[in-house]
């Protein structure tokens, strides 16, 4: 172009069209700060959500077996049997027994608790019982064994004897001997036997005896065995 002054205008406005743009520093300082509380917001809200630590509940027993011992028509004491919690957190749980003879209290409960191990002697002849008991709870089951020994009465037995007299006016006393075995290895059970009867309180049961008594003269001398007799003890 010929004429200055349209040259001049022509770069000026060259160069503004090719020059870079400036970013005002006001806004880059607006877009920094709005960003800032965004990504604090976002930490304190994951915080404030985030799920508790979770609790395990483990049932744990103070014994594996129990054992009792009775005899017939008597009552048994009861025991107690510690139900704890060894996990975190509450552990609730039920319990049952097998037996009818075998009852437990309380069935249900929060540990930590004592339960009363109760057996029943109604109805129970002599002999050995076994019976379990089942806690259950914190998803995990505990068995207990229970063993009741039910024994007879020992009744006291005896065994009555009597004998007649013989003629033998110098006959003063009479001696019993007894055995185990039928016709042989007597001994001596009672000496100066002054009538003609005899209780013998010393008898055991399941057992029979043999019986032979000797008659006892004024000079000491005694004479051969009885005819013998047996008694059985139940």
Sequence with gaps: MDNPECDSAYERLLAMLTAPPVLPKARLLTCVSSVIPAVALTRKLFAVTSAPPATTPVLAVNATSLSFTAQTGTSVSPEGLSVTNTGTGTLTFSGSSDQTWLALSPVSGTAPANLMISPSMNGLKAGTYTGHVTLAGGGSTKIVTVVLTVTAIQV??????????????HIVSYSLYRSTIAGSSYGL??????????????????????????????????????????????
């Design 156 to 169: 006291a037995h005896s065994v009555a004897l009597a004998w007649k007299t013989g003629t033998n006016a």
């Design 189 to 234: 059970t009672a000496s100066a036997i002054g009538g003609t009867a005899y209780s013998d309180q010393s008898v055991q049961p399941a057992t029979t005896y043999y019986y032979v008594l000797t008659a006892v003269d004024d000079q000491g001398r005694e004479s051969a065995y009885s005819s013998e007799a047996h008694a059985v003890i139940p």
